[in-house]
């Protein structure tokens, strides 16, 4: 499944955007747009309470969610809907706790049964993902894991040797966000890195809003991941579900067209 989302030519467009805010008639549009304008792979936020890895604009969007009533039951509703409306990949991105609250097992076997193709839990170190691992792998689900500017490339090694699916590169140290300002030198050191470590594909979140910065992360990476600035299209639209979806792909559809480049991905990993 990742191989046909990372051998296209260009770096993959992966959205990401928060069960159930505004609601979650809304969140459903809102993917069916998203496949529309051409995202290669989603990640779908389960809405959490203390959620360490989110910025301002999608801490507030779980807030928002949270208090709409959504639950992971409905996240898991929303991947069964949108794949079955031909949606692309999604992997869903919650925490260590919520996880185990609803069972690990539990977790893993309804994430597969509604067709989610991996999760992503930024909070667990990597010491302690063996047993998510292992039961993500025998429910066939990928577990993307994070490698963050601190790494060491020792470290990164073996992240990027347990990561399945792709190898999360994290632009910054800090929460997730928009950045109008920031330069992505220090990350383009940080892909080089990790080409020399590893042959999988490497997507690159934190700090990416505008067409410029998609731009220059697709030049050297394999997967662009942008969040907050997709919430920020569709929140001031309150209530109005359509508006909210054709915002958002107004906007997907001027950062799909960013991602495109010269070289071809290689296809041989």
């Known amino acids: 499944m990742f191989d046909a ?7 993959a467009f992966i959205p990401y955007v928060m069960a159930g805010d505004p609601d979650l008639e809304t969140t459903s549009l809102i993917l069916d747009a998203l496949r529309d304008a051409g995202a290669a792979l989603i990640e779908l936020g389960i809405p959490y309470g203390d959620p360490l890895a989110d910025g301002p604009t999608i801490a507030a969007a779980g807030q928002r969610a ?13 991947v069964a ?24 097992e539990r977790f893993a076997a309804d994430a597969r049964r509604t067709g989610a193709a991996g999760a992503i839990v930024p909070d667990a170190a990597l010491e302690e993902t063996g047993e998510l691992r292992a039961v993500f792998a025998r429910h066939e689900l990928a577990m993307p894991l994070l490698v963050a500017p601190s790494t060491s490339p020792q470290r990164a090694a073996r992240i990027a040797e347990a990561s399945t699916g792709f ?20 990350v383009r050191e940080q892909i080089a890195m990790l080409r020399r470590l590893t042959g999988k594909p ?5 700090g990416v809003s505008t ?17 907050s600035a997709l ?13 909210a979806a054709e915002d958002v792909a107004a906007l997907a559809r001027t950062l799909v ?5 010269t070289a071809a991905v290689d296809t041989t990993r």
């Open 231 to 243: 919430i920020d299209a569709y929140a001031s639209t309150g209530e109005r579900a359509q508006s």
């Open 211 to 227: 067409a410029n910065q998609v731009r220059e992360i697709a030049a050297i990476a394999d997967g662009v991941i942008v969040g």
């Open 202 to 206: 490497l997507a690159v979140g934190f």
């Open 5 to 11: 989302v990372f051998t296209r030519g260009s770096a």
């Open 66 to 78: 949270l208090a709409r009533g959504t639950r992971m039951g409905d996240a898991f509703e929303l």
């Open 167 to 186: 190898v999360y590169v994290v632009s910054r140290l800090g929460v997730t966000g928009a950045n109008q300002q920031r330069s992505f030198a220090p």
């Open 257 to 261: 067209a960013a991602t495109g480049r």
């Open 81 to 104: 809907r949108a794949q079955g409306n031909g949606s692309p990949p999604i992997v869903l991105f919650t925490y260590l706790n919520p996880v185990l609250q609803y069972g690990l």
